[in-house]
């Protein structure tokens, strides 16, 4: 992963300048390791906590309203998955908080009072979500489908202010301000200054659309492979059709937020703008380099592809704008730019493929609803592929981005206040710790795989047969047939839509395969 | 009273509600790691089924808790953090482990390896977290800590009596409050009097390692030692009251009563403990004073929590509500 490279060679920099004491060294670079692998194994289970419920509100909405079984069968697969990913994702948030200070106690000392805002509210919100989820997934049978369907509104809700609360404390690491700090101790800080970090507005927009991207990537690329199997019933066709439009929707609108986070960047940390686009000295007329591998000695990127003075009209719509390169500060004060700029251009070059295949399916969909085709959404082979694809392609590029974010901020902890070596723990025993870590995490991940895996393979669910009753949350079984008709779910879910809801209301209908 | 009063206050009975709830949880672990004979798995399925709904709630207790430390009191955070790392970490483990065991366990349909591994896994991750967690806050009580010496902390006999103390107090917990579980439905009475014996017998428990306890306290914190003589005799009683009638009440099969009266008795401990602790945070180290968080930040806080418990209060009483008795058609289906 590009973090856990990040960090390899963050040791090996360190262990070549000499500047500092080994033992520091490598304990700052065994904590910031372990740091990323914590924090990409919990992001990689939040983003589904934050969009899995408004995918839910849909299809659950749309059973609660016409009680056809195939919006039933979706909810209850999504809603198991989503009760593994939230509880892995909860516990791997609560490591988090207890490694706050475990690996950087001197930050937590400093600075904990600064973000208690923040992580006060985000607290409570996760306590909400929390509290509902336990009302959804075992309140099956002791709420009504309306009241169900509602428990999930906070859990959204919840979610999403989640995100909002721990966005603001990274952007004010980011760019921390509205805190007077004497001799090394925080003697005034505004309660709000984490929401008014400048960096707040963009970055906390830029997650919530990478989140739902996840999670629409995701689910698109499940019942896209189910479908390359050759399941293509109506229950696929709408698994697919709904996270497509979620992920294809949030891509084009990523792509204008990241233009604004870029300049916020370029005026707040130019340092980082710098690293992330490889420019080595302060100029005006700066290109934009596509690709390239950054070289520290030159200051140039090599084998990239430059376009001429695009850099600087994108950041100040002239080709005049200045742009502050790397050399502006001494080499101990930059960022690992070769590993930056690389991350960089993976989430750009990533991002800007789901945008053209949301370019791609969007025309496709007109074309096909003008001719009266149906489903709308294309389903042919390489369609599928991409689909498949658009999830870990998402998943890559926000962890790409959050490389882009953490590694960009380096030798930083707190952008400007801190270095990262300074926050780290003295610990001896970080080896250790770090070897513990990251065996339980690959542990933990390996085994929800399998089971996630397991999921996600076979068409509908079976009513409560698997496992005892008391064990897994209790669901109810479709309306009007108890387990018998499970298995022919799809088969009798289309043919109901056809006859019943008509194709003007419900334009999954019929859904055949008319590639 | 200062706003960093205030908050220790939140705090205290931030932790009182974690072990009262989340507390219970690992108890819950505990007695299915205990679980013997003909009805274990009956036994196992009822903790399951108990902490299944309520069970990531309860956990957030916790977080908040921590939360309130580090924003709080940041430096006792930092100092706790590099001092307490194995403990901590042993806790941090725990909980990483017996939550991803309980879904995995949940959900996972053998997926990645046999549901009960991931069943003892969490049997004995439940059993650690809370030794952990009491070998942390006894540290926190001697003072005993330094940088560099993490050993220190598991080393000391207070230390390992006060963790053994949580896990019994967790357990003691959890088997009262399985006994109203099992005696609510029918399909889970035949459960009662093994629970039964489980709570006298984990409050028996309890009773002698507090008798070791307090001698130990005496010598190797002498300093909470005096002010425990001083303020904390009532909470002491309220202990020792809630104790014995949780006996009696247990003894007569007055389950909801026993509920209410363990609650008291560990909550008496923990407030005996906080108003003993008052006004250190790690004895020798930081105090409520000085470890405090610029004031405008806590009073925000302080807010944050009143505006959050607006919130919190009606849900948790629904999410209690909803789930307060078993449901007749799971049993049913359970058992089918």
Request: neutral net charge.
């Amino acid at each position: 992963m590009v973090q856990a490279a990040e960090v390899l060679s963050h040791v090996a920099a360190l262990a070549q300048t000499g500047d500092l004491n080994p033992a520091s060294a490598t304990s700052t670079g065994l904590a910031r390791g372990q740091t990323a692998i914590s924090l990409a194994f919990h992001i990689c289970f939040a983003v589904f906590g934050v969009g899995m419920p408004w995918l839910l509100l849909y299809v659950e909405g749309r059973w609660v309203r016409t009680r056809d079984p195939v919006w039933l069968a979706l909810t209850r697969k999504w809603s198991r998955a989503f009760a593994v990913l939230f509880a892995v994702g909860a516990v791997s948030g609560t490591a988090l908080s207890f490694e706050f200070g475990l690996l950087w106690p001197a930050f937590m000392a400093r600075y904990g009072g600064v973000l208690g805002l923040s992580f006060t509210l985000e607290g409570f919100a996760f306590f909400t979500e929390a509290i509902f989820i336990g009302m959804y997934l075992y309140g099956w049978k002791r709420l009504s489908p309306r009241a169900h369907w509602l428990t999930l509104w906070p859990i959204a809700i919840a979610g999403t202010f989640s995100t909002l609360f721990i966005i603001t404390a990274n952007a004010w690491m980011n760019t921390p301000g509205h805190v007077t700090e004497v001799d090394g101790k925080v003697v005034s800080a505004e309660p709000f200054a984490p929401f008014l970090a400048a960096t707040a507005p963009h970055q906390l927009i830029h997650m919530l659309l990478a989140a739902m991207m996840c999670t629409g990537g995701i689910v698109a690329g499940v019942y896209a492979v189910g479908m390359l199997r050759g399941r293509r019933d109506a229950y696929h066709q709408r698994g697919l059709r709904i996270g497509l439009t979620v992920l294809l929707v949030c891509a084009p609108l990523q792509l204008i937020v990241g233009d604004w986070a870029a300049r916020v960047v370029g005026n707040e940390q130019p340092i980082k703008l710098a690293a992330m686009e490889g420019l080595g000295h302060t100029t005006t007329h700066a290109p934009l380099t596509l690709g390239g591998i950054y070289d520290e000695q030159t200051g140039e990127v090599r084998h990239g592809i430059e376009i001429p003075n695009l850099l600087s009209l994108m950041q100040g719509f002239s080709a005049d704008k200045e742009i502050i390169g790397l050399a502006a500060v001494p080499p101990e004060e930059r960022p690992n730019a070769l590993l930056v700029h690389l991350a960089f251009n993976v989430m750009v070059g990533l991002g800007m493929a789901l945008i053209a295949l949301s370019a791609a399916v969007g025309f496709v969909v007109l074309l096909r609803r003008r001719r009266g085709q149906r489903p709308l959404v294309p389903t042919g082979r390489p369609w599928l592929w991409a689909a498949a694809a658009s999830g870990p392609a998402s998943v890559l590029a926000m962890m790409a981005g959050w490389e882009v974010t953490e590694g960009g901020r380096q030798p930083w902890i707190v952008y400007g206040r801190m270095r990262v070596d300074e926050a780290v723990t003295t610990s001896s025993g970080m080896p250790a710790i770090f070897t513990g870590t990251v065996l339980l995490y690959l542990g933990l991940a390996t085994a929800l795989i399998l089971i996630l895996r397991r999921m996600a393979t076979g068409g509908p669910e079976l009513g409560g047969s698997v496992g005892e009753a008391t064990r897994a949350p209790d669901i109810p079984d479709a309306r009007p047939a108890p387990d018998q008709q499970a298995p022919n779910l799809p088969a009798s879910a289309s043919a109901g839509d056809g006859s019943g809801n008509g194709t003007g209301t419900d334009p999954s209908g019929r859904e055949e395969d008319t590639r | 009273m200062t706003a960093a009063d205030l908050l220790a206050v939140v705090m205290v009975l931030g932790l009182t509600a974690y072990a009262l709830t989340g507390g219970a949880d690992f108890g819950g672990g505990v007695w299915d790691l205990l679980a013997r004979g003909r009805d274990a798995a009956d036994q196992r399925r009822l903790v399951s089924a108990a902490l299944g709904p309520i069970w990531e709630a309860n956990h957030v207790w916790l977080i908040f808790v921590v939360v309130m430390m580090f924003s709080g009191f940041p430096e006792a955070f930092g100092i706790v953090g590099s001092t307490l790392e194995i403990p901590l970490i042993c806790a941090l483990a725990g909980i990483v482990l017996r939550g991803a065991a309980y879904v995995y366990r949940a959900y996972g349909s053998g997926a990645a390896g046999p549901d009960h591994w991931w069943g003892h896994v969490f049997a004995v991750s439940s059993a650690i977290t809370p030794v952990a967690l009491g070998v942390a806050g006894a540290a926190l009580v001697t003072g005993d800590v330094a940088e560099g010496a993490p050993l220190t902390p598991v080393t000391s006999a207070f230390g390992i009596v006060c963790g053994v103390f949580a896990l019994a107090a967790t357990a003691f917990l959890a088997a009262v409050y399985l006994c109203r579980d099992a005696a609510a439905s029918p399909e889970t009475e035949h459960l009662v009097p093994g629970l039964r014996r489980r709570a006298l017998g984990s409050a028996v428990a309890c009773g002698l390692l507090a008798a070791v306890l307090l001698p130990l306290l005496w010598s190797e914190a002498p300093v909470v030692a005096d002010r425990f003589a001083d303020r904390s005799v009532p909470f002491v009683v309220l202990s020792a009251i809630g104790g014995v009638t949780s006996l009696v009440a247990l003894w007569q099969h007055r389950f909801t009563a026993a509920r209410v009266t363990a609650g008291i008795a560990v909550a008496g401990v923990l407030w005996g403990w906080a108003a003993a602790q008052y006004p250190d945070l790690v004895v020798g180290r930081a105090t409520v004073d000085s470890a405090a968080a610029p004031e405008a930040n806590i009073v925000a806080m302080l807010i944050a929590v009143c505006c959050g418990l607006v919130v919190l209060v009606p849900s948790l009483w629904m999410l209690f509500r909803l789930f307060a008795n078993p449901e007749p058609e799971a049993e049913a289906e359970a058992r089918s």
